[in-house]
């Protein structure tokens, strides 16, 4: 949450040229709902099929940028699933700074008070660690920037 997936990732897919999903937005698009209403009305687990249901449907496309919600990695089944169909990137973005961008956000349903959100924070980092990269992203970095940082790995990654 708030670590600029989405931003970052429609950045990217416009300068690469490729398609950009947000697997949140298209989860309300099929579910004609919010993640919020979602999560209030069915609960978590359902969420969590919807969502992968819903990554294995975009990911149908050759190429593509796609921005997954928080929690998506950390189920193992969809870690392997994105692993084996394509780049994985972490933006990894200090807890404090992703509060501030989230701040007041109430679409955010499993954000709660601040030390769950810590608690939940750190519960997913272990999941984000085994993606293809790292991106740390600091307060003042701007999405060019990061944009910028992604595409020259990208350029420099071991295609064998």
Excluded: Q
């Amino acid at each position: 949450m708030g670590a600029g997936k989405s931003t970052v990732g429609r950045a990217l897919a416009e300068r690469s040229g490729v398609v950009f999903h947000d697997l949140d937005s298209r989860i309300e698009a099929v579910a004609g709902r919010s993640i919020a209403a979602i999560f209030a009305d069915e609960g978590e687990s359902t969420f969590r099929k919807r969502e992968a249901d819903v990554l294995r449907e975009l990911g149908a496309d050759r190429e593509f940028v796609m921005a997954t919600g928080g929690g998506l990695p950390v189920d193992p089944a969809n870690r392997v699933w994105i692993r084996r169909r394509g780049f994985v990137i972490w933006l990894d973005t200090p807890f404090e700074l992703a509060m501030e961008r989230i701040e007041g956000d109430e679409r955010r349903p499993l954000l709660g008070p601040i030390e769950e959100a810590r608690r939940l924070f750190e519960r997913r980092r272990p999941a984000y660690e085994e993606c293809d990269l790292r991106l740390p992203v600091e307060a003042g970095t701007t999405v060019d920037e990061v944009v910028d940082r992604v595409l020259e790995a990208l350029r420099n990654r071991d295609l064998d």
